[in-house]
């Protein structure tokens, strides 16, 4: 099993070159990057966790059975009216795209034009597109990467002189990627231009993977990956991406963080940080079970979604480092009382619902991403904190939190595998008495002071609370 998840988190299809369609009409408005140095503080965080569609679970299932390496243009279209038809109308206002597909790159620039030579449309016109549409695109891309195939044409950095082929070190050990070293002239530039071309086509958000391995060139479970470029460069490489991704407005997402010293350099330049492993096949082994409480030194340091937002917890808050526990294949769990954990855990944590089911592989659980008084967490900001941050202690299973209005929101789960107490006194949270709403059966369940319940095998109940005058 191990073998196997290993091989679906670390696709090589993504990698490959391939040249670029000149159909398109859409170009870069090529002006100088306007690159300063000025020192760090880092702003508060102006964004809250995203609503949206991945194709993952297509990648991962095509990864296992037909190997094509990307997802047909029509299968994504498809999954595109679902979205729009389901899930817009709830706040779920973006699609974007995963890895794999191949590097199509843009003569001009070198960066990533398309998800894959079969596609017929590219990134900006799909941008455009979904933006008439009422939603937006997402990329998954990485500004440490340059595209060899547009080093070996002879492109130059946007807008100056310098040459991409420069900017690599031609005989670094590599695991698939050719790494930016930012300590050439004309990194800085590089790193610039890739989010001023994302931002010119109208893309806000930006997943950036394998940092990890660029920091460290180490994998615990694959050993050694490529070169190590080390603390120093890791940390200079995230103050660039944050100064632009600021100076044009785009929400960086850090996939595949190292995390150390308390992430001591990421919670300085992220808007996002995953804190778990991969989705892979989904359930519940995958969500709470697979190495349960079990503390890492490297990336991943916790494998779980649970494991992993109950640890990082010390990091979040409103305006704060968002977490992510990464896709929801909710298809993929056992029953109704798991699937509503794992959503309510997403949104009591302060973390996105990153949908990766699809039009043909939801069955019947669309509701459970529709629920409006759990999505009325996320619009609202809200991001709740468990009663222990370390993930071996029970109390560790109750969250609690305020709305901007003053309300409490409590969250009881179990991730045992049997049914099990849980209670909660309101006095702790300086309530003598409240009015309590259960946000997924929707019922008022009348005033009290204090609330317990034995809640089954993975269970969870979500309460609102209001304060009685």
């Known amino acids: 099993m191990k073998k196997k998840v290993l091989f679906l988190i670390y696709s090589p299809f993504f990698f490959l070159a391939a ?43 095509d990864e296992q059975n037909t190997h094509i390496g990307y997802i047909p243009e029509n299968v994504w279209s498809d999954n595109i009216n679902w979205v729009e038809k389901n899930l817009l109308p709830y706040g779920y206002d973006m699609v974007c795209i995963d890895g794999w597909g191949n590097m199509v790159y843009d003569p001009t620039t070198g960066y ?9 449309h590219d990134y900006a016109w799909w941008s455009k597109e979904l933006k008439s549409r009422g939603m937006r695109l997402g990329i998954y891309d990485n500004p440490l990467w340059v595209n060899p195939a547009a080093a070996n044409a002879g492109v130059k950095v946007w807008g100056t002189q310098f040459n991409l ?13 050719r790494w930016l070293q930012v300590d050439k002239p004309g990194a800085r530039e590089y790193v610039d231009g890739f989010f001023k071309y994302y931002s010119q086509m109208g893309v806000n958000y930006l997943r950036i993977d394998f940092l990890s391995w660029y920091e460290t ?12 470029h080390g ?12 100064e632009s991704a600021d100076k044009y407005k785009v929400f960086i997402s850090l996939v595949m963080p190292n995390l150390y010293n308390d992430a001591e350099v990421e ?22 079970d697979n190495a349960r409480g079990q503390h890492r030194q490297h990336w991943s340091q916790y494998a779980t979604a649970f494991d992993g937002y109950i ?20 298809n993929t769990f056992a029953n109704n009382d798991e699937k509503k954990s794992v959503i309510s855990l997403h949104l009591v944590a302060g973390g996105p619902v990153t949908i990766s089911d699809q039009f043909n592989t939801i069955g019947n659980d669309l ?6 008084e759990m999505l009325a967490l996320n619009k609202d900001g809200f991001v709740g904190k468990p009663l222990s941050n370390d993930p071996t202690n029970p109390q560790s299973q109750i969250w609690k939190g305020q709305m901007t209005n003053g309300d409490w929101i409590i969250a009881l789960f179990n991730r045992e595998n049997y049914s099990i107490n849980r209670s909660i006194d309101f006095s702790t949270l300086g309530i003598s008495s409240a009015s309590v709403r259960d946000l997924w059966s929707h019922k008022d369940l009348g005033s009290m002071a204090s609330y317990s319940i034995s809640l089954s095998a993975h269970a969870c109940i979500v309460l609102k609370l209001v304060k009685n005058n």
């Open 311 to 330: 640890y990082w917890s010390r990091l979040s808050g409103r305006k704060k480092m968002i977490l992510d526990g990464d896709f929801i294949r909710i």
């Open 231 to 242: 603390k120093e460069n890791y940390e200079k490489a995230l103050r660039w991406m944050r």
């Open 367 to 372: 509701w459970l991403y529709q629920n409006e």
């Open 165 to 177: 082929s420069d900017l690599i070190d031609w005989d670094e050990s590599t695991s698939g990627f």
């Open 217 to 228: 060139g180490y994998d615990q479970w694959m050993g050694t990956v490529g070169a190590a």
């Open 267 to 288: 919670n300085k330049y992220g808007h996002m940080i995953r804190v778990n492993e991969d989705t892979g096949d989904g359930g519940w082994w995958k969500f709470s």
């Open 19 to 61: 040249g670029c369609s000149q159909k398109e009409e859409w170009k870069p408005n090529i002006t100088e990057n306007e690159v300063v140095d000025t020192p760090w503080v880092t702003p508060a965080n102006p964004y809250k966790a995203p609503l949206y569609w991945s194709p993952y679970e297509y990648n991962i299932e």
């Open 112 to 120: 990533r034009k398309s998800h894959s030579s079969n596609w017929t």
